[in-house]
Protein backbone atom coordinates (compact mmCIF):
# COMPACT_ATOMS: atom_id res chain seq x y z
CA UNK A 1 0.00 0.00 0.00
CA UNK A 2 1.25 3.43 -1.18
CA UNK A 3 0.24 6.34 0.86
CA UNK A 4 0.89 10.08 0.63
CA UNK A 5 2.78 11.22 3.72
CA UNK A 6 2.08 14.27 4.42
CA UNK A 7 5.08 16.08 6.10
CA UNK A 8 3.10 18.32 9.29
CA UNK A 9 4.72 21.09 11.00
CA UNK A 10 3.75 21.98 14.88
CA UNK A 11 1.34 24.42 13.94
CA UNK A 12 -0.51 21.10 11.79
CA UNK A 13 -0.69 19.41 15.65
CA UNK A 14 -4.80 19.20 15.11
CA UNK A 15 -4.34 17.17 11.31
CA UNK A 16 -2.43 14.86 13.00
CA UNK A 17 -4.87 14.44 16.23
CA UNK A 18 -7.51 14.12 13.60
CA UNK A 19 -5.90 11.65 11.59
CA UNK A 20 -5.03 9.20 14.81
CA UNK A 21 -8.65 9.24 15.70
CA UNK A 22 -9.57 8.28 12.08
CA UNK A 23 -7.28 5.35 13.07
CA UNK A 24 -3.93 6.37 11.09
CA UNK A 25 -0.47 5.85 11.51
CA UNK A 26 1.32 9.46 12.48
CA UNK A 27 4.97 9.55 13.72
CA UNK A 28 5.44 12.51 16.02
CA UNK A 29 8.55 13.59 18.48
CA UNK A 30 9.17 12.24 21.65
CA UNK A 31 12.05 13.44 24.14
CA UNK A 32 13.71 10.11 23.29
CA UNK A 33 13.16 8.97 19.67
CA UNK A 34 10.33 9.79 17.07
CA UNK A 35 7.06 7.61 17.90
CA UNK A 36 5.06 6.15 14.93
CA UNK A 37 1.43 6.37 16.90
CA UNK A 38 -2.15 4.77 16.33
CA UNK A 39 -5.26 4.66 18.59
CA UNK A 40 -3.80 1.76 20.98
CA UNK A 41 -7.71 0.23 20.90
CA UNK A 42 -8.21 0.29 17.50
CA UNK A 43 -6.80 -3.30 15.95
CA UNK A 44 -6.62 -2.26 12.51
CA UNK A 45 -4.77 0.77 13.03
CA UNK A 46 -2.20 -1.28 15.49
CA UNK A 47 -1.73 -4.13 13.02
CA UNK A 48 -0.57 -1.14 10.14
CA UNK A 49 1.75 0.04 12.61
CA UNK A 50 3.69 -3.50 12.13
CA UNK A 51 3.04 -3.87 8.38
CA UNK A 52 4.20 -0.14 8.07
CA UNK A 53 7.37 -0.99 9.77
CA UNK A 54 7.96 -4.91 9.30
CA UNK A 55 7.36 -5.03 12.28
CA UNK A 56 7.32 -8.91 14.19
CA UNK A 57 4.13 -9.10 15.48
CA UNK A 58 5.39 -10.90 18.65
CA UNK A 59 7.37 -7.19 19.55
CA UNK A 60 4.86 -5.37 21.87
CA UNK A 61 4.07 -1.90 22.00
CA UNK A 62 4.71 0.82 24.29
CA UNK A 63 1.23 3.08 24.83
CA UNK A 64 1.55 6.45 25.22
CA UNK A 65 -0.44 9.04 27.52
CA UNK A 66 -0.98 12.39 28.48
CA UNK A 67 -2.29 12.25 32.07
CA UNK A 68 -2.23 9.50 34.80
CA UNK A 69 -6.18 9.23 34.79
CA UNK A 70 -5.69 7.16 31.40
CA UNK A 71 -4.46 4.43 33.23
CA UNK A 72 -7.44 3.10 34.85
CA UNK A 73 -8.41 2.21 31.68
CA UNK A 74 -5.02 0.08 30.24
CA UNK A 75 -3.88 -1.37 33.15
CA UNK A 76 -5.49 -4.02 35.36
CA UNK A 77 -3.82 -3.01 38.41
CA UNK A 78 -0.82 -0.47 39.75
CA UNK A 79 1.26 -1.89 41.96
CA UNK A 80 3.03 0.79 44.40
CA UNK A 81 6.35 0.58 43.25
CA UNK A 82 5.33 1.85 39.58
CA UNK A 83 3.43 4.79 41.71
CA UNK A 84 6.74 5.36 42.99
CA UNK A 85 8.40 5.54 39.31
CA UNK A 86 5.34 7.71 37.95
CA UNK A 87 6.24 10.34 40.94
CA UNK A 88 9.88 10.05 40.41
CA UNK A 89 10.59 10.11 36.77
CA UNK A 90 7.01 10.57 34.64
CA UNK A 91 6.66 12.67 32.29
CA UNK A 92 9.78 11.19 31.19
CA UNK A 93 11.73 8.35 29.41
CA UNK A 94 10.60 5.56 31.25
CA UNK A 95 7.94 2.96 30.37
CA UNK A 96 6.26 0.82 33.13
CA UNK A 97 5.40 -2.88 32.41
CA UNK A 98 2.35 -3.42 34.22
CA UNK A 99 -0.30 -6.21 34.17
CA UNK A 100 -3.04 -5.42 31.11
CA UNK A 101 -6.63 -4.37 30.88
CA UNK A 102 -9.17 -6.49 28.86
CA UNK A 103 -9.57 -3.06 27.18
CA UNK A 104 -6.10 -3.16 25.32
CA UNK A 105 -6.02 -5.51 22.06
CA UNK A 106 -3.68 -8.33 22.33
CA UNK A 107 -2.35 -6.87 19.03
CA UNK A 108 -0.50 -4.51 20.85
CA UNK A 109 1.09 -6.31 23.39
CA UNK A 110 1.47 -9.22 20.94
CA UNK A 111 -0.35 -11.23 23.14
CA UNK A 112 1.43 -10.67 26.54
CA UNK A 113 -0.89 -10.25 29.57
CA UNK A 114 0.92 -7.12 29.99
CA UNK A 115 1.63 -3.71 28.73
CA UNK A 116 3.89 -1.39 28.31
CA UNK A 117 3.07 2.14 29.23
CA UNK A 118 4.79 6.03 29.25
CA UNK A 119 4.07 9.56 29.52
CA UNK A 120 6.73 11.49 27.72
CA UNK A 121 8.22 14.48 28.37
CA UNK A 122 7.98 16.86 24.77
CA UNK A 123 5.46 19.74 24.69
CA UNK A 124 4.26 18.73 21.09
CA UNK A 125 3.96 14.74 21.89
CA UNK A 126 1.67 15.64 25.15
CA UNK A 127 -0.25 18.25 23.20
CA UNK A 128 -1.17 15.87 20.56
CA UNK A 129 -1.37 13.10 22.70
CA UNK A 130 -4.13 15.37 24.94
CA UNK A 131 -6.03 16.21 21.45
CA UNK A 132 -6.39 13.00 20.20
CA UNK A 133 -7.16 12.14 23.73
CA UNK A 134 -6.68 8.48 22.88
CA UNK A 135 -3.75 6.47 24.33
CA UNK A 136 -1.78 6.32 21.73
CA UNK A 137 0.32 2.91 21.05
CA UNK A 138 3.77 3.97 19.67
CA UNK A 139 7.02 1.94 18.51
CA UNK A 140 10.34 4.09 17.55
CA UNK A 141 9.08 4.95 14.03
CA UNK A 142 11.71 3.44 11.83
CA UNK A 143 11.66 0.06 9.68
CA UNK A 144 12.08 -2.65 11.83
CA UNK A 145 16.33 -3.35 12.33
CA UNK A 146 17.15 0.32 11.48
CA UNK A 147 18.71 2.64 13.77
CA UNK A 148 16.03 4.69 15.70
CA UNK A 149 14.87 7.72 14.41
CA UNK A 150 16.21 11.16 16.03
CA UNK A 151 14.76 13.46 12.99
CA UNK A 152 11.39 13.94 11.37
CA UNK A 153 14.56 13.08 7.72
CA UNK A 154 15.19 9.92 9.32
CA UNK A 155 11.07 8.46 9.67
CA UNK A 156 10.80 9.85 6.13
CA UNK A 157 13.93 8.04 4.70
CA UNK A 158 12.36 4.98 6.42
CA UNK A 159 8.83 5.04 5.97
CA UNK A 160 7.49 7.84 3.68
CA UNK A 161 4.56 6.33 1.57
CA UNK A 162 4.09 3.97 4.37
CA UNK A 163 2.34 6.09 7.12
CA UNK A 164 -0.30 8.73 6.71
CA UNK A 165 1.76 11.73 8.21
CA UNK A 166 4.78 12.76 10.14
CA UNK A 167 5.00 15.49 12.42
CA UNK A 168 8.51 17.02 12.46
CA UNK A 169 9.44 18.59 16.22
CA UNK A 170 12.95 18.94 15.22
CA UNK A 171 15.61 16.72 16.18
CA UNK A 172 14.46 14.62 19.70
CA UNK A 173 16.62 15.11 22.68
CA UNK A 174 17.75 11.54 24.44
CA UNK A 175 18.63 9.97 21.20
CA UNK A 176 17.95 6.75 23.00
CA UNK A 177 14.39 5.05 23.73
CA UNK A 178 13.37 5.09 26.85
CA UNK A 179 14.16 2.82 29.75
CA UNK A 180 11.63 -0.20 30.43
CA UNK A 181 11.34 -1.86 33.81
CA UNK A 182 9.00 -4.58 34.81
CA UNK A 183 6.84 -3.64 37.63
CA UNK A 184 4.69 -6.84 37.65
CA UNK A 185 7.36 -8.41 39.66
CA UNK A 186 9.81 -8.09 42.60
CA UNK A 187 12.01 -6.67 43.03
CA UNK A 188 10.95 -4.92 39.15
CA UNK A 189 13.51 -5.51 36.68
CA UNK A 190 15.35 -3.17 34.31
CA UNK A 191 14.31 -4.49 30.82
CA UNK A 192 15.56 -1.55 28.72
CA UNK A 193 18.44 0.78 29.32
CA UNK A 194 17.60 4.42 29.24
CA UNK A 195 17.35 8.00 29.81
CA UNK A 196 16.08 7.58 33.47
CA UNK A 197 19.61 4.98 34.78
CA UNK A 198 19.63 2.42 36.71
CA UNK A 199 21.34 4.39 39.53
CA UNK A 200 18.73 6.80 39.37
CA UNK A 201 15.50 4.04 39.84
CA UNK A 202 17.76 1.89 42.27
CA UNK A 203 17.58 5.12 44.47
CA UNK A 204 13.88 5.30 44.83
CA UNK A 205 12.94 1.24 44.52
CA UNK A 206 14.01 -2.39 44.80
CA UNK A 207 15.35 -3.25 41.06
CA UNK A 208 17.86 -5.76 39.57
CA UNK A 209 18.76 -5.44 36.09
CA UNK A 210 17.78 -8.39 33.68
CA UNK A 211 20.69 -10.26 31.99
CA UNK A 212 18.97 -9.28 28.05
CA UNK A 213 20.49 -5.91 29.19
CA UNK A 214 23.97 -7.11 29.01
CA UNK A 215 23.76 -10.03 26.34
CA UNK A 216 21.66 -12.15 23.96
CA UNK A 217 19.31 -14.34 25.92
CA UNK A 218 19.08 -17.70 25.41
CA UNK A 219 15.25 -18.66 25.19
CA UNK A 220 12.57 -16.40 25.37
CA UNK A 221 12.92 -13.30 26.82
CA UNK A 222 10.87 -11.13 29.36
CA UNK A 223 10.93 -8.27 26.85
CA UNK A 224 10.62 -9.24 23.47
CA UNK A 225 12.52 -6.28 21.83
CA UNK A 226 15.55 -7.97 23.39
CA UNK A 227 15.87 -11.18 20.70
CA UNK A 228 15.66 -8.76 17.92
CA UNK A 229 18.93 -7.29 15.66
CA UNK A 230 19.18 -3.56 15.98
CA UNK A 231 20.06 -0.60 14.66
CA UNK A 232 21.78 -1.72 12.46
CA UNK A 233 23.18 -0.18 9.81
CA UNK A 234 24.23 -1.29 5.95
CA UNK A 235 27.54 -1.42 7.44
CA UNK A 236 29.00 -3.92 9.48
CA UNK A 237 29.65 -2.66 13.04
CA UNK A 238 32.59 -3.71 15.40
CA UNK A 239 32.69 -2.57 19.01
CA UNK A 240 35.80 -2.04 20.33
CA UNK A 241 36.18 -2.25 24.14
CA UNK A 242 38.98 -1.68 27.26
CA UNK A 243 41.69 -0.01 28.04
CA UNK A 244 43.60 0.99 24.77
CA UNK A 245 40.54 1.56 22.32
CA UNK A 246 42.08 3.99 19.78
CA UNK A 247 45.27 1.53 19.67
CA UNK A 248 43.02 -1.73 18.85
CA UNK A 249 40.92 0.07 16.05
CA UNK A 250 44.23 1.55 14.75
CA UNK A 251 45.35 -2.19 14.42
CA UNK A 252 42.32 -3.72 13.14
CA UNK A 253 42.04 -1.14 10.65
CA UNK A 254 45.19 -2.15 9.51
CA UNK A 255 44.29 -5.37 8.67
CA UNK A 256 44.70 -7.11 5.10
CA UNK A 257 41.21 -8.17 4.97
CA UNK A 258 39.88 -4.78 5.38
CA UNK A 259 42.41 -3.35 2.83
CA UNK A 260 39.39 -2.84 -0.16
CA UNK A 261 36.83 -1.50 2.17
CA UNK A 262 35.78 1.88 3.16
CA UNK A 263 36.47 2.41 7.30
CA UNK A 264 35.08 5.01 9.22
CA UNK A 265 35.05 5.02 12.95
CA UNK A 266 32.71 6.27 15.80
CA UNK A 267 35.13 7.97 17.98
CA UNK A 268 34.90 10.45 21.06
CA UNK A 269 35.95 14.15 20.68
CA UNK A 270 39.02 13.02 22.93
CA UNK A 271 40.31 10.62 20.04
CA UNK A 272 39.27 11.88 16.63
CA UNK A 273 43.22 12.79 16.29
CA UNK A 274 43.96 9.25 16.65
CA UNK A 275 42.31 8.37 13.24
CA UNK A 276 43.90 10.33 10.47
CA UNK A 277 43.12 7.50 7.64
CA UNK A 278 39.96 6.93 8.55
CA UNK A 279 36.25 8.42 7.97
CA UNK A 280 35.64 10.01 11.81
CA UNK A 281 32.60 10.70 13.14
CA UNK A 282 32.02 12.75 16.73
CA UNK A 283 30.47 11.19 19.34
CA UNK A 284 30.72 14.18 21.45
CA UNK A 285 33.24 13.74 24.39
CA UNK A 286 33.84 11.01 26.72
CA UNK A 287 32.59 13.37 30.33
CA UNK A 288 29.34 14.38 28.09
CA UNK A 289 27.16 10.54 27.82
CA UNK A 290 23.63 12.75 27.15
CA UNK A 291 25.61 14.39 23.86
CA UNK A 292 27.28 10.68 22.64
CA UNK A 293 23.43 9.20 23.68
CA UNK A 294 21.84 11.64 21.22
CA UNK A 295 24.61 11.29 18.23
CA UNK A 296 24.59 7.02 18.41
CA UNK A 297 21.63 6.88 15.94
CA UNK A 298 22.04 9.80 13.69
CA UNK A 299 25.58 8.49 13.12
CA UNK A 300 25.02 5.36 12.13
CA UNK A 301 22.47 6.45 9.55
CA UNK A 302 25.72 8.92 8.21
CA UNK A 303 27.95 5.70 7.63
CA UNK A 304 25.18 4.66 4.77
CA UNK A 305 25.11 7.91 3.87
CA UNK A 306 28.78 7.86 3.70
CA UNK A 307 28.35 4.17 2.40
CA UNK A 308 31.03 2.84 5.19
CA UNK A 309 31.27 -1.01 4.61
CA UNK A 310 32.83 -1.14 8.03
CA UNK A 311 32.50 1.12 10.89
CA UNK A 312 34.52 0.38 14.36
CA UNK A 313 32.76 1.66 17.54
CA UNK A 314 34.57 2.83 21.06
CA UNK A 315 32.97 1.08 23.69
CA UNK A 316 32.32 2.42 27.10
CA UNK A 317 31.81 1.96 30.90
CA UNK A 318 28.57 -0.04 31.34
CA UNK A 319 27.54 2.25 34.39
CA UNK A 320 25.03 5.61 34.17
CA UNK A 321 24.08 6.92 30.87
CA UNK A 322 27.28 4.05 29.33
CA UNK A 323 24.74 1.61 29.97
CA UNK A 324 22.19 2.31 27.57
CA UNK A 325 24.80 3.50 25.16
CA UNK A 326 26.57 0.08 25.20
CA UNK A 327 23.16 -1.53 24.97
CA UNK A 328 22.71 0.02 21.84
CA UNK A 329 26.10 -0.33 20.66
CA UNK A 330 26.39 -4.04 20.80
CA UNK A 331 23.23 -5.01 19.46
CA UNK A 332 24.27 -2.57 16.41
CA UNK A 333 27.02 -4.43 16.28
CA UNK A 334 25.42 -7.61 16.43
CA UNK A 335 27.70 -8.18 19.38
CA UNK A 336 30.69 -8.80 17.73
CA UNK A 337 33.03 -6.86 20.65
CA UNK A 338 36.68 -6.59 20.48
CA UNK A 339 38.77 -6.21 23.89
CA UNK A 340 41.31 -4.00 23.61
O1 LIG B 1 11.39 5.94 23.88
C1 LIG B 1 10.63 5.04 23.51
O2 LIG B 1 10.27 4.13 24.26
C2 LIG B 1 10.13 5.09 22.07
C3 LIG B 1 9.26 6.34 21.92
C4 LIG B 1 8.58 6.42 20.59
O3 LIG B 1 8.35 6.40 22.97
N1 LIG B 1 9.43 3.90 21.72
C5 LIG B 1 10.08 2.72 21.54
O4 LIG B 1 9.27 1.66 21.19
O5 LIG B 1 11.27 2.58 21.68
P1 LIG B 1 9.82 0.31 20.59
O6 LIG B 1 8.63 -0.40 20.12
O7 LIG B 1 10.87 0.58 19.58
O8 LIG B 1 10.40 -0.47 21.81
C6 LIG B 1 9.52 -1.01 22.78
C7 LIG B 1 10.27 -1.93 23.68
C8 LIG B 1 10.57 -3.24 23.01
O9 LIG B 1 11.86 -3.67 23.41
C9 LIG B 1 9.48 -4.15 23.58
O10 LIG B 1 9.86 -5.50 23.60
C10 LIG B 1 9.31 -3.58 24.99
O11 LIG B 1 9.45 -2.19 24.83
N2 LIG B 1 7.96 -3.87 25.51
C11 LIG B 1 6.80 -3.32 25.13
N3 LIG B 1 5.76 -3.87 25.80
C12 LIG B 1 6.29 -4.78 26.65
C13 LIG B 1 5.75 -5.67 27.62
N4 LIG B 1 4.45 -5.76 27.83
N5 LIG B 1 6.60 -6.48 28.31
C14 LIG B 1 7.94 -6.40 28.09
N6 LIG B 1 8.52 -5.58 27.18
C15 LIG B 1 7.71 -4.78 26.48
MG1 LIG C 1 12.38 0.36 18.27
Known sequence: MVLETKLLSPEEINTAAILLQQGECVAFPTETVYGLGANAYN????????????????????????????????????????????????????????????????????????????MPDHPLALQLLELADLPIAAPSANLSGRPSPTRAEHVYEDLNGRIAAILDGGATGWGVESTVVDCTCEPLRLLRPGGITFEQLEAVVPITVDP??????????????????????????????????????????????????????????????????????????RQDLKTVASRIFH??????????????????????????????????????????
Not at 74 to 88: E, G, I, K, R, S
Open 43 to 118: ETAINNVFLAKDRPGDNPLIVHIYDRKQIADLAATVPPAAVTLMDAFWPGPLSLVLPKSSRVPLAVTAGLNTVAIR
Open 212 to 285: GVYHMVEGVPRSPGMKYTHYSPQADVILVVGEQIPDKILELSQLDKYRDLKLGVLATSENLDAYAHLTVLDLGS
Open 299 to 340: LLRQADQLQLDLVFVEGFAEMEMGLAIMNRLKKAAGYRIVNS
